[in-house]
Nanobody
Framework: QVQFVESGGGLVQPGGSLRLSCAASGSIFSIYHMGWYRQPPGKQRELVATITSGGATNYADSVKGRFTISRDNAKKTVYLQMNSLKPEDTAVYYC?????????WGQGTQVTVSS
């Protein structure tokens, strides 16, 4: 059984930082694309950032220059460093991982940016 466990969400003031992690566990041999998505209150889920197996990254325009996606293949983990957070970044953040066992989502972690 494969699981994707997220951590690192919480409440932060505008301008603050958070680092999200998503670790894959189970009988995964190879991990391909990894990404982060978010779902703001009352809105649809949207792309935040993705990273390929070769390390190429892609970001939504709204987070460029503020967020950084990275991965540790040995730990089967993807990270999202979020700086200069804004109230509009408030959302449930989900990781999405493609592996040799298929595609899966994390359980979601709440990020709230408020003073």
């Amino acid at each position: 059984q494969v699981q994707f466990v997220e951590s690192g969400g919480g409440l932060v003031q505008p301008g603050g930082s958070l680092r999200l992690s998503c670790a894959a566990s189970g009988s995964i041999f190879s991990i391909y694309h990894m990404g982060w998505y978010r779902q703001p209150p009352g809105k649809q889920r949207e792309l935040v950032a993705t990273i390929t197996s070769g390390g190429a990254t892609n970001y939504a325009d709204s987070v460029k220059g503020r967020f950084t996606i990275s991965r540790d293949n040995a730990k089967k983990t993807v990270y999202l460093q979020m700086n200069s957070l804004k109230p509009e970044d408030t959302a449930v953040y989900y990781c999405k991982i493609y592996s040799d066992l298929g595609m899966g989502w994390g359980q979601g972690t709440q990020v709230t940016v408020s003073s």
